[in-house]
């Protein structure tokens, strides 16, 4: 999914969600504003929903495809969570210790991958929630992937959806 197709948001801590266009490998990106705001706790703060529908239960992986984003605060990394339905919330921290090669890595690439595992026990409707915790994570794609899905440039083509 592009990361502009969020099904809802969450805003408020006077924080708010912002499409960027045109930003890196396919749609947009999408960030809070302002980046002043101070940081949120895990599972309370603002949030993207992204609805999807399962065909049968499993464990399923979220992949984040983010902008490449050096902590500007100074602290041990950018955070964000992930959770599905009412399931904990996931927290993730970009470029906690990443060395000199793996950010290039990232910048070369305009994209950091990070991924969570979630348990689903039914088939049916879902929600990905992805949770504001840190300002300055710019979020491009959220793919939802099961064992054995190929890794490619630029992803899966983005599945259709009711607007």
Known sequence: MEAEHYAR???G????????PGLGRTLSGVTTTPSTAPASEPGQGPRLEYDVHL??????EVRLVLSPTLDFRG????RFGVSINDGPVQVVTMNPTDTAAAWEGD???????HAT???VERAGPHTIKVWRIDPGVVIQRVMLVRDGAPDSYLGPLESARAD
């Open 75 to 78: 602290g041990a990394g950018l």
């Open 107 to 113: 910048v070369a690439n305009a994209v950091a991958v």
């Open 117 to 119: 595992r979630h348990p």
């Open 55 to 60: 065909f049968e239960p499993g464990e399923v």
């Open 9 to 11: 948001t969450l805003e």
């Open 13 to 20: 801590q006077g924080v708010e969600w912002r499409v960027i």
